[in-house]
């Protein structure tokens, strides 16, 4: 398919209702949207193939929901770094954050190098994206040792303050999602949570009890990654 093409059936999969919707519901608030639900990007990304070129293109026409759809058909190792950081200074919603930190940041061969680097950043949803692709690089890489999720704790202790909503959410997901990943991650989030709980902050205070609430949950479901050591 041609750029145009795309834009043509993107604009044809699209509704102001759709657009009020996701302001209402979800809190996403766009101006340059047209309205098109995440199934039906997802449809159309299927219908695309991966193309990286493409991608590129579809996130340049500055369209919110053209630029969602960028970041299902891109392929990972194929963006550049110095492009990566272009684009997350466009991210203005949670879901344009999450989608591309989901759907290709955390497979991209930077992805760790990023999270760190940008859970330091001042803007809301760059910073989000840090804490974003802290939270689910697991499920990229399901072998990777516990000393690259170690890692992250700091980083969360430190900005454990920070009453920004989307960015004590993505903090706190992050703590529970490393906690989830093996009894011996688990026992380390609780230690982080319970250094997190003794700051003399409400964003610290409910990042931490949240995430205790689910870490110290009987029937917490451990993934035992990486299932070669925690599955013999």
């Not at 290709?104 to 950043?121: C, D, E, G, M, N």
């Not at 399901?142 to 959410?169: G, M, T």
């Not at 205790?212 to 029937?219: R, V």
Request: glycine letters at 4%; charged letters at 25%.
């Amino acid at each position: 398919m041609l750029l145009n093409e795309i834009l043509l059936e993107l604009k044809s999969l699209s509704n102001p209702e759709i657009k009020a919707f996701k302001a209402k519901k979800y809190g996403i608030n766009c101006d340059n949207s047209w309205g098109v639900y995440q199934k039906d990007l997802s449809a159309l990304a299927k219908k695309i193939g991966k193309n990286t070129t493409l991608g590129i293109q579809l996130f340049e026409t500055g369209n919110y929901d053209a630029q969602l759809l960028c970041a299902k058909i891109c392929i990972p190792n194929e963006i550049p770094e110095n492009l990566m950081g272009n684009w997350i200074t466009f991210f203005n919603t949670w879901e344009i954050c999450d989608s591309f930190c989901m759907q290709l940041f955390k497979y991209h061969p930077l992805a760790i190098k990023k999270a760190l680097s940008w859970s330091q950043r001042t803007k809301e949803f760059e910073k989000r994206a840090g804490f974003v692709l802290m939270a689910t690089y697991g499920f990229a890489d399901k072998v990777a040792s516990n000393e690259v999720f170690e890692q992250f704790f700091p980083f969360l202790i430190q900005h454990a303050q920070d009453d920004r909503i989307y960015v004590k959410k993505a903090i706190n997901w992050a703590l529970r999602q490393i906690g989830k990943r093996n009894i011996d991650l688990q026992k380390k989030a609780i230690i982080t949570a319970n250094l997190i709980l003794k700051q003399d902050s409400k964003s610290a205070h409910w990042i931490a009890k949240n995430a205790l609430k689910e870490l110290q949950n009987k029937k917490i479901n451990i993934l035992d990654y990486p299932r070669s050591i925690y599955r013999k």
